[in-house]
Nanobody
Framework: QVQLVESGGGSVQAGGSLRLSCAASGRTVSSYTMAWFRQAPGKEREFVAAIGWSGRNTRYADSLKSRFTISRDNAKNTVYLQMNNLKPDDTAVYYC???????????????WGQGTQVTVSS
């Protein structure tokens, strides 16, 4: 079993930045793909970004890749999401997830965190 705990969410004005963290425990995830998804009110959960075990293989939602950066620290069993130039449309609960192998598909992820709220005001 893998437990995931997200942190770093909060409220920010449009144009601001936030850095989300997700710490894994219960099992080392250094060989796993780690990813971020988000769910806005009234919408389905959607893919944000994913990073392979080495950190060299990354995937992003096309609409976000110019503003968001995913990274990981395998020594800390942690994945990060740096979000810059935030917009009100980025308001959502952000979830961390892990699986073996790269994927952008929500249903292919095995373990999920509880989420952290990000609110962007105009």
């Amino acid at each position: 079993q893998v437990q995931l705990v997200e942190s770093g969410g909060g409220s920010v004005q449009a144009g601001g930045s936030l850095r989300l963290s997700c710490a894994a425990s219960g099992r080392t995830v250094s060989s796993y793909t780690m990813a971020w998804f988000r769910q806005a009110p009234g919408k389905e959960r959607e893919f944000v970004a994913a990073i392979g075990w080495s950190g060299r293989n990354t995937r992003y939602a096309d609409s976000l890749k110019s503003r968001f950066t995913i990274s990981r620290d395998n020594a800390k069993n942690t994945v990060y999401l740096q979000m810059n130039n935030l917009k009100p449309d980025d308001t959502a609960v952000y979830y961390c997830a892990v699986r073996q192998g790269m994927s952008t598909i929500l249903n292919e992820y095995d373990y999920w965190g509880q989420g952290t709220q990000v609110t962007v005001s105009s």
